[in-house]
Protein backbone atom coordinates (compact mmCIF):
# COMPACT_ATOMS: atom_id res chain seq x y z
CA UNK A 1 0.00 0.00 0.00
CA UNK A 2 1.41 3.08 -0.99
CA UNK A 3 2.31 5.62 1.90
CA UNK A 4 -0.25 8.65 1.12
CA UNK A 5 -3.32 6.11 0.76
CA UNK A 6 -2.42 4.68 3.93
CA UNK A 7 -1.92 7.55 5.96
CA UNK A 8 -5.29 8.95 4.56
CA UNK A 9 -7.24 5.35 5.71
CA UNK A 10 -5.37 5.62 8.96
CA UNK A 11 -7.12 9.31 9.77
CA UNK A 12 -10.32 7.75 8.58
CA UNK A 13 -9.72 4.86 11.11
CA UNK A 14 -8.92 6.90 13.87
CA UNK A 15 -12.01 9.12 13.37
CA UNK A 16 -14.01 6.04 13.21
CA UNK A 17 -12.50 5.02 16.43
CA UNK A 18 -12.97 7.76 18.05
CA UNK A 19 -16.77 8.10 17.01
CA UNK A 20 -17.13 4.51 18.20
CA UNK A 21 -15.22 5.31 21.61
CA UNK A 22 -17.22 8.73 21.67
CA UNK A 23 -20.83 7.27 21.17
CA UNK A 24 -20.25 4.14 23.89
CA UNK A 25 -18.69 6.45 26.33
CA UNK A 26 -22.18 8.78 26.16
CA UNK A 27 -23.99 6.18 26.26
CA UNK A 28 -21.93 5.06 29.69
CA UNK A 29 -22.24 8.48 31.09
CA UNK A 30 -26.47 8.92 30.37
CA UNK A 31 -27.27 5.64 31.30
CA UNK A 32 -27.73 6.62 35.06
CA UNK A 33 -30.08 8.84 34.02
CA UNK A 34 -32.51 5.57 33.75
CA UNK A 35 -33.55 5.83 29.80
CA UNK A 36 -31.63 3.02 28.88
CA UNK A 37 -33.32 0.10 30.26
CA UNK A 38 -31.48 -2.57 28.56
CA UNK A 39 -28.28 -4.36 29.64
CA UNK A 40 -25.67 -2.87 27.66
CA UNK A 41 -21.98 -4.14 26.89
CA UNK A 42 -19.45 -1.64 25.51
CA UNK A 43 -16.55 -2.07 23.08
CA UNK A 44 -14.36 0.83 24.94
CA UNK A 45 -10.99 -0.77 23.93
CA UNK A 46 -12.05 -2.76 21.22
CA UNK A 47 -12.61 -0.10 18.35
CA UNK A 48 -9.18 -1.29 16.64
CA UNK A 49 -10.70 -3.92 14.46
CA UNK A 50 -14.25 -3.31 12.82
CA UNK A 51 -12.83 0.03 12.13
CA UNK A 52 -10.25 -1.48 10.42
CA UNK A 53 -12.48 -3.97 7.90
CA UNK A 54 -14.77 -1.37 7.36
CA UNK A 55 -12.20 -0.39 4.83
CA UNK A 56 -12.67 -3.75 3.23
CA UNK A 57 -16.04 -3.47 3.00
CA UNK A 58 -19.02 -2.72 1.38
CA UNK A 59 -22.67 -1.74 1.59
CA UNK A 60 -23.57 -5.15 0.52
CA UNK A 61 -21.71 -7.23 2.45
CA UNK A 62 -22.92 -8.75 5.10
CA UNK A 63 -22.09 -8.64 8.85
CA UNK A 64 -23.52 -10.18 11.83
CA UNK A 65 -22.40 -9.80 15.65
CA UNK A 66 -22.69 -10.17 19.20
CA UNK A 67 -24.30 -9.05 22.54
CA UNK A 68 -21.45 -6.55 22.66
CA UNK A 69 -21.96 -4.88 18.70
CA UNK A 70 -22.12 -1.27 19.30
CA UNK A 71 -19.01 -0.86 16.94
CA UNK A 72 -19.54 -3.73 14.79
CA UNK A 73 -23.22 -1.80 13.90
CA UNK A 74 -21.24 1.74 13.51
CA UNK A 75 -18.53 0.48 11.26
CA UNK A 76 -20.86 -1.32 8.88
CA UNK A 77 -22.55 2.20 8.38
CA UNK A 78 -25.50 1.03 10.33
CA UNK A 79 -27.80 4.67 11.29
CA UNK A 80 -26.55 5.92 14.52
CA UNK A 81 -29.90 8.10 15.49
CA UNK A 82 -31.58 4.24 15.41
CA UNK A 83 -29.00 2.64 17.47
CA UNK A 84 -29.44 5.34 20.20
CA UNK A 85 -33.20 5.21 19.69
CA UNK A 86 -32.92 1.32 20.04
CA UNK A 87 -31.03 1.79 23.26
CA UNK A 88 -33.88 4.04 24.56
CA UNK A 89 -36.49 1.53 23.38
CA UNK A 90 -38.32 3.92 20.80
CA UNK A 91 -40.33 3.00 18.17
CA UNK A 92 -38.15 4.66 15.67
CA UNK A 93 -34.81 2.78 16.88
CA UNK A 94 -33.77 0.27 14.39
CA UNK A 95 -35.39 -2.49 15.63
CA UNK A 96 -38.49 -0.72 16.24
CA UNK A 97 -37.32 -0.23 19.67
CA UNK A 98 -38.17 -3.37 21.40
CA UNK A 99 -34.78 -5.30 20.80
CA UNK A 100 -32.56 -3.18 23.04
CA UNK A 101 -28.72 -2.59 22.82
CA UNK A 102 -28.35 -6.40 22.26
CA UNK A 103 -30.65 -6.68 19.46
CA UNK A 104 -29.27 -4.33 16.74
CA UNK A 105 -30.21 -4.34 12.80
CA UNK A 106 -29.89 -2.46 9.84
CA UNK A 107 -30.46 -4.54 6.62
CA UNK A 108 -30.01 -1.20 4.90
CA UNK A 109 -26.46 -1.36 5.34
CA UNK A 110 -26.00 -5.35 5.24
CA UNK A 111 -26.03 -5.39 8.95
CA UNK A 112 -28.10 -8.37 9.62
CA UNK A 113 -28.30 -8.82 13.14
CA UNK A 114 -26.91 -9.24 16.67
CA UNK A 115 -27.83 -11.67 19.15
CA UNK A 116 -28.06 -11.98 23.03
CA UNK A 117 -27.48 -15.63 23.00
CA UNK A 118 -23.45 -16.50 22.83
CA UNK A 119 -22.42 -18.50 19.77
CA UNK A 120 -25.94 -17.46 18.00
CA UNK A 121 -25.19 -15.25 15.35
CA UNK A 122 -22.38 -17.84 13.81
CA UNK A 123 -24.85 -20.30 11.88
CA UNK A 124 -26.93 -17.06 11.08
CA UNK A 125 -23.75 -15.53 8.97
CA UNK A 126 -23.12 -19.10 7.85
CA UNK A 127 -26.20 -19.35 6.41
CA UNK A 128 -26.07 -15.89 4.74
CA UNK A 129 -22.89 -16.40 2.99
CA UNK A 130 -24.30 -20.05 1.63
CA UNK A 131 -27.12 -17.32 0.22
CA UNK A 132 -24.43 -15.48 -1.70
CA UNK A 133 -22.62 -18.19 -3.03
CA UNK A 134 -26.14 -19.25 -4.58
CA UNK A 135 -26.34 -16.50 -6.15
CA UNK A 136 -23.02 -16.35 -7.54
CA UNK A 137 -21.91 -12.80 -5.80
CA UNK A 138 -18.68 -11.45 -4.65
CA UNK A 139 -19.99 -10.33 -1.61
CA UNK A 140 -19.05 -11.76 1.93
CA UNK A 141 -20.56 -12.46 5.26
CA UNK A 142 -18.43 -11.30 8.58
CA UNK A 143 -19.22 -13.32 11.68
CA UNK A 144 -17.75 -11.22 15.08
CA UNK A 145 -17.99 -13.71 17.97
CA UNK A 146 -15.99 -13.11 20.92
CA UNK A 147 -13.87 -16.14 22.68
CA UNK A 148 -16.39 -17.37 24.72
CA UNK A 149 -18.74 -18.32 22.02
CA UNK A 150 -15.97 -20.85 21.04
CA UNK A 151 -16.83 -22.44 23.43
CA UNK A 152 -20.65 -23.41 22.04
CA UNK A 153 -21.33 -26.64 20.08
CA UNK A 154 -22.21 -24.57 17.12
CA UNK A 155 -18.95 -22.84 16.71
CA UNK A 156 -17.68 -25.97 15.28
CA UNK A 157 -20.53 -27.56 13.33
CA UNK A 158 -20.53 -23.61 11.66
CA UNK A 159 -16.87 -23.63 10.98
CA UNK A 160 -17.20 -27.69 9.16
CA UNK A 161 -20.09 -26.99 7.04
CA UNK A 162 -18.20 -22.98 6.17
CA UNK A 163 -15.18 -25.22 5.10
CA UNK A 164 -16.74 -28.04 3.32
CA UNK A 165 -19.11 -26.06 1.48
CA UNK A 166 -16.54 -23.48 1.06
CA UNK A 167 -18.48 -20.53 1.90
CA UNK A 168 -16.79 -16.81 1.74
CA UNK A 169 -16.96 -15.99 5.09
CA UNK A 170 -14.91 -14.21 7.57
CA UNK A 171 -14.94 -15.29 10.57
CA UNK A 172 -13.93 -12.51 13.68
CA UNK A 173 -13.02 -13.93 16.73
CA UNK A 174 -12.55 -11.16 19.56
CA UNK A 175 -10.09 -12.70 21.86
CA UNK A 176 -10.65 -10.21 24.83
CA UNK A 177 -9.25 -13.05 27.60
CA UNK A 178 -13.07 -13.08 29.20
CA UNK A 179 -16.00 -14.41 28.79
CA UNK A 180 -18.03 -12.30 31.84
CA UNK A 181 -15.62 -13.01 34.89
CA UNK A 182 -13.96 -15.99 33.72
CA UNK A 183 -10.13 -15.68 32.09
CA UNK A 184 -9.48 -17.73 28.96
CA UNK A 185 -6.99 -19.68 31.10
CA UNK A 186 -9.94 -21.47 33.56
CA UNK A 187 -11.52 -22.23 30.56
CA UNK A 188 -9.84 -23.46 27.82
CA UNK A 189 -6.35 -25.75 27.56
CA UNK A 190 -3.53 -23.83 28.25
CA UNK A 191 -1.48 -24.69 25.36
CA UNK A 192 -4.18 -24.39 23.00
CA UNK A 193 -4.86 -21.82 20.46
CA UNK A 194 -8.38 -20.33 19.30
CA UNK A 195 -7.22 -19.72 15.68
CA UNK A 196 -5.49 -23.22 15.58
CA UNK A 197 -8.83 -25.09 16.28
CA UNK A 198 -10.20 -23.51 13.04
CA UNK A 199 -6.60 -24.49 11.35
CA UNK A 200 -7.51 -27.72 12.42
CA UNK A 201 -10.76 -27.75 10.96
CA UNK A 202 -9.28 -26.86 7.40
CA UNK A 203 -10.04 -23.05 7.77
CA UNK A 204 -6.82 -20.63 6.40
CA UNK A 205 -6.86 -19.11 10.13
CA UNK A 206 -4.45 -16.56 11.49
CA UNK A 207 -3.66 -14.45 15.15
CA UNK A 208 -3.43 -10.87 15.07
CA UNK A 209 -2.51 -7.91 17.68
CA UNK A 210 -6.47 -6.84 16.85
CA UNK A 211 -4.84 -2.89 19.07
CA UNK A 212 -2.03 -2.43 15.76
CA UNK A 213 -4.42 -0.27 13.55
CA UNK A 214 -1.40 -0.63 10.73
CA UNK A 215 -0.69 -4.10 11.66
CA UNK A 216 -4.27 -4.87 11.04
CA UNK A 217 -4.69 -2.91 7.91
CA UNK A 218 -1.86 -4.37 6.23
CA UNK A 219 -2.78 -8.01 7.20
CA UNK A 220 -6.57 -7.71 6.61
CA UNK A 221 -6.34 -6.34 2.94
CA UNK A 222 -5.01 -10.00 1.53
CA UNK A 223 -7.55 -12.13 3.85
CA UNK A 224 -10.87 -10.45 2.33
CA UNK A 225 -9.76 -9.96 -1.04
CA UNK A 226 -8.83 -13.84 -0.80
CA UNK A 227 -12.49 -14.57 0.69
CA UNK A 228 -13.83 -12.51 -2.69
CA UNK A 229 -11.99 -14.17 -4.73
CA UNK A 230 -11.94 -17.95 -3.66
CA UNK A 231 -15.35 -18.00 -2.08
CA UNK A 232 -13.66 -19.77 0.83
CA UNK A 233 -13.67 -18.85 4.40
CA UNK A 234 -10.81 -17.39 6.33
CA UNK A 235 -10.73 -17.31 10.04
CA UNK A 236 -8.71 -14.60 12.20
CA UNK A 237 -8.41 -14.46 15.92
CA UNK A 238 -7.62 -10.84 17.10
CA UNK A 239 -6.20 -10.20 20.81
CA UNK A 240 -7.88 -7.20 22.70
CA UNK A 241 -9.26 -5.96 25.22
CA UNK A 242 -12.21 -4.16 26.89
CA UNK A 243 -11.76 -1.43 29.48
CA UNK A 244 -15.14 -1.12 31.14
CA UNK A 245 -17.31 -3.67 32.72
CA UNK A 246 -18.69 -6.93 31.21
CA UNK A 247 -22.29 -5.82 30.90
CA UNK A 248 -22.75 -1.86 31.98
CA UNK A 249 -21.64 1.43 31.69
CA UNK A 250 -19.44 1.25 34.67
CA UNK A 251 -16.01 -0.16 35.92
CA UNK A 252 -15.96 -3.94 37.86
CA UNK A 253 -12.07 -4.33 38.30
CA UNK A 254 -13.23 -3.91 42.13
CA UNK A 255 -13.51 -7.35 41.70
CA UNK A 256 -10.01 -8.43 41.08
CA UNK A 257 -10.82 -10.91 38.07
CA UNK A 258 -8.35 -8.85 36.36
CA UNK A 259 -5.03 -7.77 38.05
CA UNK A 260 -3.66 -4.33 37.74
CA UNK A 261 -0.26 -5.39 35.65
CA UNK A 262 -2.72 -6.72 33.03
CA UNK A 263 -5.40 -3.90 32.82
CA UNK A 264 -2.32 -1.22 32.74
CA UNK A 265 -0.47 -3.43 30.16
CA UNK A 266 -3.85 -3.20 27.67
CA UNK A 267 -4.59 0.37 29.03
CA UNK A 268 -0.99 0.92 26.95
CA UNK A 269 -2.13 -0.53 23.85
CA UNK A 270 -4.70 1.59 23.28
CA UNK A 271 -5.46 1.83 19.97
CA UNK A 272 -6.58 5.23 19.37
CA UNK A 273 -3.89 6.72 21.70
CA UNK A 274 -1.58 4.80 19.79
CA UNK A 275 -2.66 5.32 16.48
CA UNK A 276 -2.61 9.21 16.81
CA UNK A 277 0.64 9.36 18.26
CA UNK A 278 2.14 7.02 15.19
CA UNK A 279 -0.09 10.10 12.61
CA UNK A 280 1.64 12.42 15.12
CA UNK A 281 -1.41 14.23 15.65
CA UNK A 282 -1.40 16.93 18.50
CA UNK A 283 -3.88 16.95 21.25
CA UNK A 284 -5.54 19.96 18.99
CA UNK A 285 -6.00 17.90 16.18
CA UNK A 286 -7.67 15.37 18.10
CA UNK A 287 -10.19 18.06 19.60
CA UNK A 288 -11.13 19.44 16.56
CA UNK A 289 -12.09 15.49 15.18
CA UNK A 290 -13.47 15.27 18.41
CA UNK A 291 -16.24 18.54 17.73
CA UNK A 292 -17.49 17.64 14.65
CA UNK A 293 -17.74 14.28 16.17
CA UNK A 294 -19.87 15.35 19.10
CA UNK A 295 -22.73 16.91 17.07
CA UNK A 296 -23.53 13.96 15.42
CA UNK A 297 -23.84 12.43 18.68
CA UNK A 298 -25.95 15.38 19.99
CA UNK A 299 -28.58 14.97 17.01
CA UNK A 300 -28.54 11.20 17.56
CA UNK A 301 -29.45 11.49 21.49
CA UNK A 302 -31.93 14.34 21.03
CA UNK A 303 -33.55 12.03 17.86
CA UNK A 304 -33.83 9.07 20.29
CA UNK A 305 -35.25 11.41 23.49
CA UNK A 306 -37.41 13.17 21.19
CA UNK A 307 -38.76 9.90 19.42
CA UNK A 308 -41.94 8.44 20.73
CA UNK A 309 -42.11 4.81 22.49
CA UNK A 310 -43.17 1.74 20.36
CA UNK A 311 -47.51 1.73 20.27
CA UNK A 312 -49.24 -0.76 22.36
CA UNK A 313 -50.48 -2.24 19.25
CA UNK A 314 -47.29 -3.22 18.17
CA UNK A 315 -46.39 -5.22 20.51
CA UNK A 316 -47.02 -8.77 18.34
CA UNK A 317 -45.48 -7.16 15.17
CA UNK A 318 -42.54 -7.46 13.85
CA UNK A 319 -41.32 -10.63 16.01
CA UNK A 320 -39.59 -13.74 14.91
CA UNK A 321 -42.51 -15.52 15.92
CA UNK A 322 -46.08 -14.35 17.41
CA UNK A 323 -48.77 -16.57 19.12
C1 LIG B 1 -25.72 -19.45 25.21
C2 LIG B 1 -25.38 -18.44 26.27
N1 LIG B 1 -24.65 -18.82 27.33
C3 LIG B 1 -24.31 -17.90 28.27
C4 LIG B 1 -24.72 -16.60 28.17
C5 LIG B 1 -24.33 -15.56 29.23
N2 LIG B 1 -23.28 -14.68 28.66
C6 LIG B 1 -23.60 -13.47 28.18
S1 LIG B 1 -22.26 -12.66 27.57
C7 LIG B 1 -21.23 -13.93 27.98
C8 LIG B 1 -19.75 -13.84 27.71
C9 LIG B 1 -19.37 -14.23 26.37
O1 LIG B 1 -17.98 -14.05 26.24
P1 LIG B 1 -17.35 -13.76 24.85
O2 LIG B 1 -17.99 -14.58 23.80
O3 LIG B 1 -15.87 -13.88 25.02
O4 LIG B 1 -17.77 -12.24 24.57
P2 LIG B 1 -17.35 -10.91 25.35
O5 LIG B 1 -18.45 -10.66 26.36
O6 LIG B 1 -16.04 -11.13 25.99
O7 LIG B 1 -17.32 -9.85 24.32
C10 LIG B 1 -21.95 -14.97 28.58
C11 LIG B 1 -21.36 -16.24 29.03
C12 LIG B 1 -25.50 -16.26 27.05
N3 LIG B 1 -25.93 -15.01 26.87
N4 LIG B 1 -25.80 -17.17 26.09
MG1 LIG C 1 -14.50 -12.48 25.54
Redesign the pocket.
Known amino acids: MNKNRLNSDLISILHLMLKIRMIEERIADSYSDGKMRCPT?LSVGQEAVPSVLSSFLNEKDLVVS???GHAHYIAKKGSIPRMIAEIYGKSTGCSSGKGGSMHLIDKSVGFMGTS????NSIPIGVGLAMGLKLMGSDRISVIY?????TE?GVFYESLNFAAVRELPILFVC?N?L???YSSLSCRQPKEREIFKVAQSMGVNALKMDGNDTIGLLENLDPIVNKIRTTSKPSFIECDTYRFRE?CGPNFDDDLNYRNEEEIKLWKDRDPIHNLANKLGLTQNDIANIKESINAEINEAFDFAEKSPFPDTSEVFTGEFSTI
Open positions: HTHRAIVGFGDGAEENYSVH
